[in-house]
């Protein structure tokens, strides 16, 4: 009679099988509990940044309910092209942005510009209020995207 060796395919395939099937009875046990998010956490707020889409300088401002409830102006800041940055962490879904290219405040080549007025460094500016998709949760990073 003659004897037949297992081939390593075989064997690899075995074991692909069993490891297959304790997988698949680890994940039907019960999740663990999870430890509450430390103070800070970021599943604790909504981070949101604003980023420069165009292929020309610009300057944005925003204004975010922080997380100590109350409106904070922030900005000015420069962006170069597809730089981003910051505005804020915030619990609130809505937000207002400003911006304008560099060296054109007046908006004569164009602005991201509504009818809310807003202060910021002494002066008025007109915010667009923005409001977040209904889907974005805490923990989640809203970018604001100005586009030419």
Known sequence: MARRSLSAGFLLAVMICH??????????????????APKGSPKEYITVLLQNDCKVPILVAAMVYNLQGKWEPQGFWRLAPGEVAEAGKTTNRAYYVYGHELGDPECKKGCWSGSVPKSLQGEEWPFVE????PLVTLGDVVKHKFSC
């Open 19 to 36: 490891a297959g099937v304790a997988m698949a009875q680890e994940s039907t046990a019960a999740p663990k509990p999870s430890a509450p």
């Open 130 to 133: 923005k409001t977040m998709n």
